[in-house]
T-cell receptor, first 115, second 111 residues
């Protein structure tokens, strides 16, 4: 298994600012993913982040709004830019050890509130 | 494209059984099952792959009918610890890791 930590665990931000969320894995992984989850709702995939390549975004999510970095095999960041109240949500990262269909381990999430 | 889970919610007594279904309108490569407790990370339960292979480690079983694009999760002799929200995540194309999650099924186990 893999243990994933996220920082910060929660934050309250002002409209128009940005928040960068860090995701740290305790061992090397190949694929990392970022999801968004409204409280009490399902998870929606934002993007896939593989080391050495640009992140690939799902429909409805763009790089200018959600820039992602993946500098090595244990770390990734997601920035939520130009915040609006609609961005208030829980953001989770997950990781998979292989490029094949495999278990995804999830971090505990970052709860973002935008005022 | 989001898979549909049923039922939306279920309440059980300890020791009772439950079945949670996940149905897709698209052909599936794999189905992943997770359980999430309030305020916590989703926890992996099972993967079912096209072709019949299963991967899992808990006392929970599942099936995957590729022709019907359906999967079912079987919880037998439920325990209090089984309470939570169960999500199925479907992968359309193999080896991408791109999961589309159902809306979730809330399970409450009472003493």
């Amino acid at each position: 298994s893999a243990v994933i930590s996220q920082k910060p665990s929660r934050d309250i931000c002002q409209r128009g600012t940005s928040l960068t969320i860090q995701c740290q894995v305790d061992s090397q992984v190949t694929m990392m993913f970022w999801y968004r989850q409204q409280p009490g709702q399902s998870l929606t995939l934002i993007a896939t982040a593989n080391q050495g390549s640009e992140a690939t975004y799902e429909s409805g999510f763009v790089i200018d709004k959600f820039p992602i970095s993946r500098p090595n095999l244990t770390f990734s960041t997601l920035t939520v830019s130009n915040l609006s109240p609609e961005d208030s949500s829980i953001y989770l990262c997950s990781a998979s050890r292989t490029f094949s269909t495999d278990t995804q381990y999830f971090g505990p999430g970052t709860r973002l509130t935008v005022l | 494209q989001q898979p549909v889970q049923s039922p939306q919610a279920v309440i059980l007594r300890e020791g009772e059984d439950a079945v949670i279904n996940c149905s897709s309108s698209k052909a599936l490569y794999s189905v992943h099952w997770y359980r999430q407790k309030h305020g916590e990370a989703p926890v992996f339960l099972m993967i079912l792959l096209k072709g019949g292979e299963q991967k899992g480690h808990e006392k929970i079983s599942a099936s995957f009918n590729e022709k019907k694009q359906q999967s079912s999760l079987y919880l037998t002799a439920s325990q209090l610890s089984y309470s939570g929200t169960y999500f199925c995540g479907t992968e359309m194309t193999g080896n991408t890791g791109k999961l589309i999650f159902g809306q979730g099924t809330t399970l409450q186990v009472k003493p």
